[in-house]
């Protein structure tokens, strides 16, 4: 007697299987299970993948768009000043209020883990105070991730770099940087090997915001793989936006992307973000200000798509769904070849879920019981879609559920109801 058996799905590699789940855990994943179950969800014909993974967020933000006014002019610099004020006005419990709401929009789109980056500037670290009680409020259906991110940069003030080792004695699982923002690129570039140090001493992963601008000179990648390797930290560093990498020399690059997969470096772009934050700058032609994410994919590079803003001082909109994530990223790195389409879909799941270090993930025997059904036959399809998540499963619950997608028509001679599928 199984919990919850899910009935005739179709897996994101196009196989066709039931998937049985007892108490957190997949129990089976085979055709025509025929056991009985507490509750049994009908997926015939619909797609069943693993949960949406963001593994870059800004929580102690999210939500708060319009305070303490909004951002005119829509740039990045507008965006952090604005947060330099809200992170000193917002009370914890308010922090913690919009991150549970923020948390309910997340699992009703399948969104179960998120790596957040937790602002460490103020001495007060309410931010961190308050990303640790969520992080603990939601820890039964969500797994939040938070990164020690001295916004204002580790050595602009005088207690920037204290406050992270404040943050990660609070129980803050990740070492964060923001090396183009610091005074100048050598204090940038000192900063990543103090940090890397940090992560080293403390046997914990990093994720850099490095080289979040136009600057094709902002160089600190390289200065992070060297560090990475040096220190002996493959495979556990991720470097966040780098959208300088856009507009670098191509010659530079050449030289540069076998450093980042030698240093087995993760990428993590943001193309809500980027495409609406980079460039502002420029006349005409406009940069998109999208890093390189095909060529470093072809180095064997892992590349995910993160979300980075939903409603707060750098980005106006938002849903919390990894598919506008990554519908957006397929149509600015022009990914339209369908393997290109379908890796996009990959890179919200399984890659992301790799980038984060999630444990026991994915539609197999022994994983964490956590799935989504979507209204949608493959992948590719849900991307173009981005459609309804029938039935979201977290730890072996179901936590969310909704309708279809379709719609009442009132056409003569046609039929009275169309579903966009291909
Ligand atoms: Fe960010």
């Known amino acids: 007697m199984f919990d919850i058996l899910v009935k005739g799905g179709t897996l994101p590699d196009g196989r066709v299987a039931d998937i049985a789940i007892k108490g957190d855990r997949i129990a089976e994943v085979a055709p025509d299970i025929t056991a009985e179950a507490g509750e049994t969800i009908d997926a015939s014909g619909d797609l069943v993948s693993p949960p949406f993974v963001d593994p870059h967020f800004h929580m102690d933000a999210t939500l708060s768009y319009g305070l303490p006014r909004l951002n005119a002019s829509g740039t990045l610099l507008e965006g952090i000043s604005l947060w330099g004020e809200l992170r000193d006005l917002a009370t914890v419990d308010e922090m913690v209020e919009r991150g549970l709401r923020y948390c309910d929009w997340a699992v009703s789109m399948g969104l ?118 040096r220190l002996g930290l493959q495979g556990r560093v991720a470097g966040s936006h780098l959208t300088s990498m856009h507009s670098m ?3 530079y690059v050449s030289k540069l992307l076998p450093l980042i997969a030698e240093a087995e470096i ?85 890659t992301n879920a790799q980038i984060i270090g999630l444990r026991d993930y994915g539609l197999l025997k022994g994983a964490l019981a956590s799935l989504v059904v979507l209204d949608a036959t493959t992948p590719v399809d849900a991307l173009r879609l981005r459609p309804a998540r029938l039935a979201v499963v977290s730890k072996g619950r179901v936590v969310a559920r909704s309708p279809r997608g379709d719609a009442g028509l009132s056409l003569p001679g046609r039929p009275d109801s169309v579903r966009r599928r291909r």
């Open 112 to 229: 179960l883990a998120i790596r957040t980056h937790v602002d460490t500037t103020p001495d007060h670290l309410n931010t961190v105070t308050a990303m640790l009680e969520l992080r603990d409020k939601v820890k039964d259906y969500l797994d939040l991730q938070l990164v020690a991110f001295p916004q204002d940069g580790l050595y602009r003030s005088a207690t920037g770099r204290d406050n992270v080792l404040r943050a990660l004695d609070m129980g803050v699982d990740v070492v964060g940087g923001i090396p183009h923002f610091e005074r100048t690129m050598t204090d940038g570039a000192a900063s990543l090997t103090d940090l890397c140090e940090i992560a080293a001493a403390r046997g914990l992963p990093v994720d850099i915001h490095c080289d979040e601008t136009d600057d094709p000179l902002s160089r600190h990648i390289e200065t992070l793989a060297f560090e990475t390797q």
């Open 249 to 251: 020399d191509n010659y």
């Open 266 to 350: 993760a990428a993590i772009p943001n193309p809500l973000i980027n495409i609406v934050l980079q460039g502002r700058h420029d006349t005409y032609p406009k940069r998109r200000g999208l890093t390189r994410v095909k060529e470093m994919q072809a180095l064997g590079i892992t590349v995910g798509w993160g979300q980075d803003c939903v409603l707060d001082p750098w980005y106006s909109l938002g849903t919390a769904d990894m598919l506008d994530v990554a519908f957006m990223g397929m149509h600015v790195a022009q990914m339209t070849h369908p393997d290109e389409m379908a890796r996009c879909f990959t890179m919200v799941t399984e």
